[in-house]
């Protein structure tokens, strides 16, 4: 049988891989005429993909979900769906504000999130890993970044959730997460009108300020821009904090090397960035027939970059199913590449290195409950929503 793939199945969010490298092996170009789109399995499909702008575009955004796919999609994704040269613009506009200083002021204010939450999921010995502490920071270092005032950061990530939360079976933004969304944009329209009139140091008062030859931003551009941050930043860091710590209990050997010595936390990372990454796949729109693998696919036609399955591709990585901190990861295509590589990447990597660093300090080891374990189902997100542990203290 032709393998089938659908990123609605149930069984391909338990374990995609098998499917993965039969795609890769016996059609590295897939096609799926009932959902209509295009695959592309392959590591080094997948990076040309990223790279080729001009052929594969972002114009209709990069999610299959019905209402988030469209000529619109860039008014609530910001320049994720903008193709050059209006990318180019507002990426080169937000990058000003979104600098590696500013990313790096943010430690502190990360390390001091970390403590209070890590404290409080390990004082009683058992935690859900998801509920206390991973589906907390992202957000809050987002709406601290941002310069939303502490009392607020409750609510706004209580409706953040709300914008990605999926039920079972559900795959389009449900109404619950249309109400959320417009109550959060309501707010980050509030947030930028008093930036404007007070600004503080936050991104949101610097993205107001920025400007080059003359250029500068819309209020409606940096309140999109906000919005991006939510869904891009958000959910993929928690799924990466917890996928580190599911990994790492199903491999003993492995996590035992930062729980020795924290100066391998930055391996933890990218190998479970590379071994199984919170954004399996991104869409893309042909832009010009295009011949791949003997096969042309039309202008107009969907595609998707199967990226989870990029990350395992044996052409590129050695023994790709080994989850192995001592590998060379540095072809992982976990951030995309190309125009529109990650631009928070160094603020993910940020926030997971400080997580993990710090909980290696005061854990000598943990257990994952499996049998409680629950993993979402998303047509692009992996990873869990909800992970009890047992920890181990120092
Ligand atoms: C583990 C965590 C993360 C993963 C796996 C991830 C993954 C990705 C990927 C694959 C893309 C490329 C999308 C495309 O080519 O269409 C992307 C873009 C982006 N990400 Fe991340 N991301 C993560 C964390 C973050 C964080 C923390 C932020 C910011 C707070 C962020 C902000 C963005 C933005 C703004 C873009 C759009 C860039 C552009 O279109 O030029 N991401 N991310």
Redesign the pocket.
């Known amino acids: 049988m032709d393998p089938s793939y659908s990123p609605y199945d149930y069984a391909v969010h338990e374990d995609p891989y098998p499917l993965y490298a039969r795609l890769r092996d016996e059609a590295p170009l897939y096609r799926n005429d009932e959902l209509d789109f295009w695959a592309l399995s392959r590591h080094e499909d997948v990076a040309k993909a990223?790279r080729d702008f001009a052929t594969f575009s972002?114009s209709n955004g990069?999610s299959l979900e019905p209402s988030a796919w469209g000529p619109y999609a860039h008014r609530t994704?910001?320049?994720?769906?903008?193709d050059p040269p209006k990318?180019t613009r507002?990426?080169a506009l937000?990058s000003k504000g979104?600098t590696p200083r500013r990313v790096e002021l943010m430690a502190d204010g990360i390390r001091e999130l970390t403590a209070s939450y890590l404290d409080e999921a390990l004082s009683g010995g058992e935690s859900d890993w998801v509920t206390d502490f991973a589906g907390l920071l992202?957000m809050d270092?987002?709406s601290q970044?941002i310069g939303v005032p502490k009392a607020d950061r409750a609510e706004v990530r209580r409706l953040a959730d709300i914008v990605v939360h999926r039920e079972e079976g559900v795959f389009d933004v449900p109404p619950a997460g249309m109400e959320a969304a417009l109550t959060l944009a309501g707010y980050y329209q509030d947030l930028v009108a008093e930036k404007r009139a007070r600004p503080g140091d936050d991104l949101t008062s610097a993205l107001l300020d920025v400007e080059t030859d003359g250029d500068r931003l819309t209020d409606k551009e940096v309140i999109a821009?906000l919005f991006?941050?939510v869904v891009?930043?958000?959910e993929?860091?928690t799924?990466?904090l917890a996928n580190a710590l599911y990994w790492g209990f199903r491999h003993p050997e492995q996590v035992r090397k930062p729980l020795d010595d924290p100066g391998r936390v930055d391996d933890w990372i990218e190998e479970t960035?590379r071994y199984d990454?919170?954004?399996q796949m991104?869409?893309?729109t042909v832009a010009k027939d295009v011949e791949l693998h003997g096969t042309t696919v039309k202008a107009g036609e969907r595609m998707l970059?199967l990226?989870g399955s990029a990350n395992r591709d044996p052409r590129v990585f050695d023994r790709a199913g080994e989850y192995d901190l001592d590998r060379d990861t540095s072809q992982l295509?976990?951030?995309?590449?190309?125009?529109?590589?990650?631009?928070?990447?160094n603020?993910?990597?940020l926030?997971?290195r400080i997580a993990l660093t710090e909980l290696v300090r005061r854990v000598r080891g943990f257990e994952v409950d499996e049998a409680g374990a629950r993993r979402v189902h998303s047509i692009n997100v992996r990873g869990f929503a909800s992970l009890p542990v047992r920890w181990e203290a120092r």
């Open positions: 990223f972002s990069v994704m910001s320049f994720l769906a903008l990318h507002m990426r937000v979104f992202p270092v987002i970044m821009f991006l941050m891009a930043g958000n993929t860091t799924k990466l960035l990454t919170s954004s991104i869409g893309r970059l990226v295509v976990s951030f995309g590449g190309g125009r529109h590589f990650c631009l928070g990447a603020l993910a990597r926030e997971a």
